[in-house]
């Protein structure tokens, strides 16, 4: 990639969906208008993150956040520390997991979605175990909260996202699970320029 630029604040004309889930903007919090140890939710981007290891060797990290008036440093433990758990005790051949029973032992302050083409709940529509997709979004629903669990939609134009779709918008319809739209930007051009070739790997 060669570059991307964006005109303006990725949040603008997203005013309306933070006033709407955030109790106070960050300005309110760094101006002292909630007392220390307030629980408060905030919405923002996260703009810098600096990994960081406790004495035991826990992984923990420094997120600063940004909403459209200011910025703050959050600490995060529960994410990071799954995540060392996956890779510690979790392989699966060769890939690091963590099953329900983990995750809901940290799932505190996450925020979750349904995942993409390869992660269970499409993967259980792909393979025609509608009922067993249903039951794992309720249970990852169970484990995260209603506020912090959603019906993650994509469209790449491939057939593998198309076939699950209707699947995905009835579980989301029979649980109440609110649509979250995504798409993954690998490449700013529809054809890479001739000098991208030091992207490609082989084994």
């Known amino acids: ?14 005013e309306h969906v933070l006033s709407g889930k955030a109790d106070a903007g960050i300005a309110q919090l760094t101006g002292g208008e909630h007392s220390d140890g307030a629980v408060v939710t905030i919405g923002g981007i996260i703009s810098g ?21 200011g910025s ?18 979790g392989w699966l051949q060769k890939w690091p997991r963590m099953d329900k029973e983990t ?10 979605s349904t995942g993409c083409p390869s992660g ?16 794992a979004a309720a249970d990852y629903q169970d484990i995260f909260g209603k ?33 979250l739209v995504t798409n993954d930007s690998h490449y700013t051009y529809v054809k890479l320029p001739l000098d991208a070739g030091h992207l490609e790997t082989g084994t």
């Open 147 to 179: 506020d912090r669990y959603f019906l993650e939609l994509m469209d790449h134009g491939i057939d593998i996202e198309h076939r699950v779709r209707d699947g995905l918008l009835e579980i989301g319809r029979k649980l109440g699970i609110p649509p």
């Open 1 to 14: 990639m060669l570059g991307l630029y964006v005109s303006d604040h990725p949040l603008f004309g997203l």
């Open 72 to 89: 703050i440093e959050c600490i995060t433990h529960n994410f990071f520390r799954l995540s060392s758990d996956a890779y510690a005790e």
């Open 49 to 69: 993150l600096q990994r960081k290891m406790t004495k035991q060797g826990n992984a923990w990290a420094i997120a600063t956040v940004e909403d459209l008036a």
């Open 103 to 112: 995750i809901s032992q940290g799932s505190e302050g996450i925020v979750a």
């Open 120 to 135: 269970e709940v499409q993967t259980r529509l792909r393979l025609g175990q509608e009922e067993e997709a249903l039951k």
